[in-house]
């Protein structure tokens, strides 16, 4: 337990700067529609920018050979909560929504500034390791994930949509540069003009997720017992089935690959799925006060996995 006041200072400090940009929106100096475009020049714009600048400067696959697992651990860390919430919920369709949210994490808005708290003195190569886990996390947002969420049919049209979404295109991008060569025949300018890019995407990714939980309705307080339900799949049976993976077999050896997993494995419920609920009116008299319980748990459950690792 020696690293649990560390750990939980950097979660707290992530949540109070959460909290306070929520005051924008709440006060209502920050209108929702204003919130839309904020969140479109991010998903269009920064959070490409921090994927092409990150990859491009930091990755080297000949001296980082495991890097694939990062990507099939984002498959692994949402399989694990989806059989234990399908065995919980019993499949039943009126709890679909209770699905998704025990299994699709905060992968990035959340992860990447508690990172940032974590590790001061090296956050590139820490960010880096998210955006590559974020190559299989994101598809599963939005394609599955806006399945459960609206409860529309998972048609191919869905599934091949999800691949579209500018992060995941210029995670794939940036790949392409760095496997094909090109990478280095890039002019510097290009890297600077990206790298400038991309210096707002972590604190407007913060200012949203804030921004987003203030716009929550929170009317649905009879849901305490499937609140407690959700952050037992998703903030303790997770994180306590990757935590044996990690502690009992030589798969990752890698000691920022192994925090990253525990964070993942803990984190609370991805923005995307608050979207999807409030763009298509579905379940919002139901989720807010979840997820917020989910958010509150994260302060004390995300430290304790992640202190139990190490």
């Given at each position: 337990?020696?690293?649990?006041?560390?750990?939980?200072?950097?979660?707290?400090?992530?949540?109070?700067?959460?909290?306070?940009?929520?005051?924008?929106?709440?006060?209502k100096i920050i209108k929702e529609e204003q919130l839309e475009s904020f969140s479109t020049v991010l998903i269009y714009l920064f959070l490409p920018c921090l994927i092409l600048s990150n990859i491009l400067t930091n990755f080297y696959p000949d001296s980082f050979k495991n890097w694939y697992i990062l990507p099939l651990g984002g498959i692994g860390i949402f399989l694990i909560p989806f059989f234990l919430s399908?065995?919980?919920?019993?499949?039943?369709?009126?709890?679909?929504?209770?699905?998704?949210?025990?299994?699709?994490?905060?992968?990035?808005?959340?992860?990447?500034?508690?990172?940032?708290?974590?590790?001061p003195e090296n956050p590139h190569t820490f960010t880096m390791y998210v955006l590559l886990f974020v190559l299989s996390a994101s598809p599963i947002l939005w394609s599955i994930g806006y399945f459960l969420m609206t409860q529309r049919n998972f048609s191919k049209f869905t599934f091949i949509n999800s691949f579209k979404n500018p992060p995941f295109i210029a995670n794939i991008f940036s790949l392409f540069l760095v496997f094909t060569g090109i990478r280095e025949k890039l002019p510097e300018f290009f890297f600077q003009i990206v790298g400038f890019l991309a210096k707002p995407a972590i604190p407007?990714?913060?200012?949203?997720?804030?921004?987003?939980?203030?716009?929550?309705?929170?009317?649905?307080?009879g849901k305490f017992y499937?609140?407690?339900?959700?952050?037992?799949?998703?903030?303790?049976?997770?994180?306590?089935?990757?935590?044996i993976i990690l502690k009992t077999t030589k798969i990752i050896n890698d000691h920022l690959m192994k925090t990253i997993f525990i964070l993942e494995a803990s984190s609370p419920p991805a923005v995307g799925l608050i979207i999807q609920a409030t763009?298509?009116?579905?379940?919002?008299?139901?989720?807010?006060?979840?997820?917020?319980?989910?958010?509150?748990?994260s302060v004390f459950?995300?430290?304790?996995?992640?202190?139990?690792l190490f």
């Open positions: 337990m020696l690293y649990f006041k560390p750990i939980f200072f950097a979660v707290l400090k992530v949540l109070i700067i959460t909290f306070i940009c929520s005051l924008f929106t709440k006060s399908n065995l919980i919920f019993l499949k039943k369709n009126d709890k679909n929504y209770l699905i998704a949210l025990s299994t699709i994490q905060n992968a990035g808005y959340l992860i990447l500034p508690i990172g940032w708290f974590l590790f407007l990714a913060l200012f949203i997720l804030g921004a987003r939980l203030s716009l929550l309705n929170l009317k649905g307080r499937d609140a407690l339900k959700v952050v037992l799949i998703k903030m303790v049976l997770t994180p306590l089935v990757v935590l763009a298509k009116r579905t379940y919002t008299d139901k989720i807010g006060f979840i997820i917020l319980i989910c958010y509150i748990s459950l995300m430290p304790l996995w992640l202190s139990l």
